[in-house]
């Protein structure tokens, strides 16, 4: 099979999601993260002690960015004829087949992948090689 052109390790400068200010003090308030902007607010004032603010400067880098462990990014593939595109970029892009393709098509897609030489990262999704 093919092998990704990546050779940059990946390193992501966060992994802990941020939570939102307060979320362990009331049940109400959830930890998905809000931007705090009360006009008293500690986080929004970045004060010493306070929980971290997203920011640009936790991005990761731009060489990695949207790369699976892998060393492919991502293109989602809908049918046959999407896949075609990714034939001159078979070393960078790797298919995944979308949710909601059926299963006749989805055996399809794979077959036309390996001819290709591209990889489909979820290629047994739903494909069954026996009825019971």
């Not at 970045?46 to 929980?51: A, E, L, P, T, V």
């Not at 006749?104 to 077959?111: D, F, L, M, P, W």
């Amino acid at each position: 099979m093919v092998s990704s052109t990546n050779k940059v390790a990946i390193i992501k400068k966060r992994t802990k999601p941020f939570k939102r200010h307060q979320s362990d003090r009331y049940k109400t308030v959830k930890e998905s993260w809000r931007k705090p902007k009360g006009i008293d607010n500690r986080v929004r004032r970045r004060f010493k002690g306070q929980i971290p603010m997203p920011k640009i400067g936790y991005g990761s880098n731009q060489k990695t960015r949207h790369l699976m462990p892998n060393g492919f990014k991502k293109f989602v593939v809908s049918s046959v004829k999407e896949l075609e595109v990714l034939l001159m970029q078979n070393r960078t892009y790797a298919a995944e087949v979308a949710h909601n393709v059926s299963s006749k098509n989805r055996i399809a897609i794979v077959e036309r992948a390996q001819q290709l030489n591209v990889k489909v990262t979820n290629a047994n999704a739903r494909l069954r090689t026996q009825e019971n």
